[in-house]
């Protein structure tokens, strides 16, 4: 025989107890031998030879089979409502007791005994694989939905196929249920095939029934059954055009007669025609076809079923859970929201399903906190912190350093902050202007003036500083007092001899004008009292004092 694999996870005695017992995915390898008996099964564990204990000698001559406990590959599970496409060990799945037989040297099988069953071993038989789905086509799996493809379903299971929602939309061509047996499906996978909705209202197609409940509640099961709840009003509505011939309902139920007929209102009564139950009972479960006029219909197979789900339990929210039920019966909603400060985590509503189950667990509330904050500049310095919904973080800057951006930033509702994290920059003030006629000291780099940094001024000979003789560089970024300027003065010229000069004054602006007066018994020259000294635009005088002279010399 030519060489087989069986790949199993086990805790594996071999019968003559020479083999260390292991437990993972393991490889048995089994060759065929010349002569009685067959060789060791060569078995292998996540790629590493089993060895024998020290000190034994096996010998598999003279053994008819080995026995072993194993729990075999399955699907395995991705969620609560989907099955993956990869394969491995289902950790659920009971262990079951395997063998391999030697016969005629070689060693057959595994086989293994069946679950609850009757202790006989049968063959390890193939999975059955979903290599393409056809569009609009649900599968699903022990009530999980089939998201992906190459997925291997174990042999001797049932897949059930649904069209998608909203049903009635599209008609499933093909058995709603299909079985795997040693690797090959029960009938091809079925299809959906669209209907009068979507093809514009063509006499080939199958009519489209819509499903409406005014009154009650309905839901559609994992089949694509519609499960109804007792009391409810339900309307079956056929679309099909009306000028194409009367369409027909037909049914399994038991009621003898339902009310069916065109729909009464202008915009419905040309396309859509009607089979309407009031106060559904159980004995309304049965299927319901519409049949149009060309012979092709479409069904919706209707169950009638009391069913709630356990009520909510409050005391198990989150305590900033709020939520609104409608109910907790087949077909009834629970809505739920998170106040602000929160965002909620998981679904926004769970539906009361035809398996007595919730669509979906309660959600959670999650506080909202924005993404942490670091600063790395030393120049920026973090004077608050808080980094839940509605708070801040404030900044400001170092000593000498301005702001750009906002000095504090709120953590929204979205777990982001309002605004980028400010920076800080440098605060300078403008070159100050020397003054004409003047000079500038500075106790700083020349030409750049950080906060702080003072300059001072001063004036060349003959002018006068008009202003503050020194300024500071300010945080804002301007000089503490405006530019002082230099303006011409003449210098007191002294005392004539033998006189006086009025006004007396330290200094003298262009325009200014002395007056001598001499002491008794002196006198000024004639032409010097006609014409006194006058202060230049340059800070000089016009010319020089003149001497009094006595005047018994005039």
Not at 42 to 71: I, Q, Y
Not at 185 to 209: A, D, G, M, R, V
Not at 534 to 543: A, I, K
Request: with cysteine.
């Amino acid at each position: 025989m030519a060489r087989q694999y069986a790949m199993l996870t086990a805790v594996i005695t071999v019968v003559l107890g020479t083999y260390t017992t292991a437990s993972a995915l393991g490889k048995v390898d089994k060759p065929t031998v010349d002569g009685g008996g067959c060789p060791s099964p060569g078995l292998t564990l996540n790629g590493t030879r089993v060895v024998p204990r020290s000190g034994m000698s096996p010998d598999f001559s003279t053994l008819s089979e080995v026995k072993f406990p194993a729990r075999l590959l399955s699907p395995s599970g991705k969620g609560s409502a989907s099955v993956a496409s990869s394969s491995s060990v289902d950790a659920e799945a009971p262990s079951r007791i395997c063998k391999i037989k030697c016969v005629s040297g070689q060693w057959v099988g595994p086989l293994c005994q069946e679950v609850n069953g009757d202790g006989r071993f049968q063959p390890i038989l193939k999975s059955c694989a979903l290599e393409e789905v056809p569009p609009n086509l649900i599968l699903s799996f022990k009530n999980r939905i089939i998201i992906e493809l190459n997925t291997t379903i174990p042999h001797n299971s049932t897949i059930a196929a649904r069209c998608q929602e909203p049903i009635g939309t599209y008609k499933l061509s093909g058995p709603p249920v299909l079985n795997c047996s040693n690797g090959i499906w029960s009938s091809p996978i079925p299809k959906c095939q669209p209907t009068t909705l979507f093809t514009n209202y063509s006499e080939n197609s199958p009519p489209t029934i819509l499903v409406r409940v005014p009154s009650g509640s309905a839901a559609v099961d994992q089949n694509g059954g519609l499960v109804v709840f007792p009391g409810s009003i339900l309307h079956l509505e056929c679309l099909y055009l009306r000028r194409h011939g009367d369409p027909e309902w037909t049914w399994t139920s038991e009621a003898e007669t339902y009310l069916t007929g065109w729909a009464i209102g202008n915009d419905e009564r040309n396309w859509k025609y009607r089979l309407s139950i009031y106060y559904v009972k159980q004995f309304d479960t049965g299927s319901f076809t519409c049949t149009t006029s060309r012979g092709i219909n479409n069904t919706i197979t209707l169950q009638v079923s009391d069913i709630h789900c356990k009520p909510v339990p409050s005391m198990d929210l989150n305590p900033h859970l709020n939520y609104r039920a409608s109910g907790h019966r087949l077909g009834q909603t629970t809505y739920f929201n998170c106040p602000p400060g929160f965002f909620l985590k998981g679904s926004a509503n769970i539906t009361c399903l035809p398996s007595g189950d919730w669509s979906n667990s309660p959600p959670d509330c999650i506080m909202v906190k924005c993404p942490p904050i670091s600063v790395d500049d030393s120049r920026l310095i973090m004077v608050e912190y808080n980094d839940t919904y509605g708070k801040r973080a404030a900044f400001k800057c170092a000593w000498g350093f301005q702001m750009s951006g906002v000095n504090s930033i709120e953590c929204l509702a979205d777990s982001t902050w309002s605004h980028r994290i400010p920076t800080c920059t440098e605060i300078l003030c403008p070159p100050p202007v020397v003054p004409l006629n003047g000079l500038l000291i500075e106790d700083s780099a020349p030409g750049r003036h950080v906060v702080g940094s003072v300059v001072q001024f001063s004036c060349g000979e003959k002018h006068q500083l008009i202003g503050k003789p020194s300024m500071v560089c300010t945080e804002n970024g301007t000089w503490s007092h405006s530019t002082p300027y230099c303006k011409a003065r003449c210098e007191y010229p002294g005392e004539p001899p033998n006189g006086r000069i009025i006004p007396l004054k330290f200094w003298y602006v262009p325009g200014d004008k002395l007056k001598i007066t001499c002491l008794a018994g002196y006198v000024l020259p004639l032409p010097l009292e006609a014409s006194p000294p006058v202060c230049l635009g340059d800070g000089t005088w016009s010319h020089t004092l003149p001497e009094c002279i006595q005047y018994t010399n005039v």
